[in-house]
């Protein structure tokens, strides 16, 4: 499966122009620098990225035949994707397996269609009135070396919708399942523990129940009318067509990602993306190179990128090959924020984004905490010749990507090099 090419997706939407003198600072562009001065102008550098990536333009990764999304008219509402037909089951799972599970798990209320108490969309939005949180989240798949795209999501945290089930014993995990044409072999789950989803530290998000997305109602191919949306993690924990939460007492993680070889438990990665480069550049001509960066669980520091010149014999570099260990690596620029104003749907405020200071509107921290931003450098007076170019990521903690995480199956976070020729 090839992930759709984003670097060319929504140019015009919202093109951001920056002037050539932030770049020549060589200095990272802070949250509240945003609004400041621009700098003299020489030449501008164009954001190829939309910050907010319009719905129908993530690419998508679903399980199903025919996937759930491409369902219309009555099949549609058959399986309960419909604002109208949407139900949410909460059930417990009677399983004991000494020594694992001693006890099965309880729920005073458990919410089924056959008890006519499923929760419908109705009455998750009026949750939402009390309880709604909003978030902007970059969606990323643990195999895919392309992010799929960043949205505005808004919900409902996972445990207030929880807590309509009264009182609950012996729960360890809880799994979250979608539609899936009723073929258990085409089931996609995925699961938290108790404590992730009733709990969050001081500056993290809630997992939660998303209903909207940029601020309309969430259309079928992002996982409408309810997806969970788990902030810190890849895609796979964020199930789309959300139907049915599974409260168990077996504290395994079986998710289907996990019977595939992948850490269930890795979160999202600080990784940097290179766009794609000219092949050709003629000589004298400035070489832009633009890209994206998630900022992921071990937060974020700088973007990094190292131009490599290339004889006829130059080999192939590993990710930790000591000569791209020791390269001379120079800072890249971040693209500010954007114009929040202009961004954000109607009724949005930034204050009740998670991830942005409650006080004075302004974003935490920049990219946004498991959010995206693009970035971009400039190389001139490059020689005529061949070169490769990469780009990486430095963590919080001042690993380089792929450090420290060489595991590939807890997240695909190898450099991607692109080669050029200038001529
Ligand atoms: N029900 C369901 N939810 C799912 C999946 C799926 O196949 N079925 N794929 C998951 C995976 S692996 C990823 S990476 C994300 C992708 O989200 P997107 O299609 O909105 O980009 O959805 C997740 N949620
Ligand atoms: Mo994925």
Known sequence: MQPKDISRRGFVQTATAITAAS????????????????????????????????????????????????????????????????????TADPYVEPPHVRLAAEIDRPLTPSEGNA?????LMELGRSHGVAFIKAMQCLNIPTPLGQGLWEGVPL???????????????????????????????????YTQAMETPPGELPVFLAYRLNGEPIPPVRGGPVRMLVPWAHGFKSIKWLQHIFLTNDYRANDTY??????????????????????????????TLTGLVISGYSGFERVEYWVRPLTEDSPPLADDAPELLRAPW????????????????????????????????????WPLRYGMAAWHAVLEGL?????????????????????????????????????????
């Open 383 to 423: 020689p005529r010749g061949r070169y490769e170019v990469r780009a990486r990521a430095v963590d919080a903690n001042g690993f380089a990507q792929p450090e420290p995480r060489p595991q590939q199956k807890s997240g695909r976070n190898a450099l991607q090099p692109k080669s050029f020729e200038v001529v």
């Open 23 to 90: 770049l020549l600072g060589g200095r990272t562009t802070q949250a509240g620098e945003a609004g400041s001065q621009p700098l003299e102008a020489a030449a501008d550098v164009i954001c190829p990225h939309p910050f907010l990536t319009p719905a129908a333009d993530f690419f998508t990764v679903a399980r199903g035949n025919p996937k759930p999304h491409t369902l219309t008219g009555q099949a549609l509402a058959d399986a309960r994707m419909t604002p109208d037909t949407w139900r949410l089951e909460i």
């Open 119 to 123: 929760l419908d969309l109705p009455a």
């Open 159 to 193: 445990r207030e919708v929880l807590r309509l089930c009264g009182r609950t014993n012996n729960i360890r995990r809880i799994y979250f399942q979608g539609f899936h044409n009723n073929d258990p072999g085409q089931v996609f789950q995925s699961s938290l523990s």
């Open 258 to 287: 996990a019977l595939q070889n992948n850490d269930p438990d890795s979160p999202l990665k600080t990784a940097a993306y290179l766009d794609e480069v000219p092949r050709s550049i003629e000589a004298g001509r400035p070489v």
């Open 330 to 365: 120079k800072p890249a620029e971040l693209f500010p924020p954007p114009d929040w104003d202009s961004l954000l749907p109607e009724g949005i405020s930034r204050r009740r984004i998670l991830g942005f200071s409650d006080t004075t509107g302004e974003p935490l921290s």
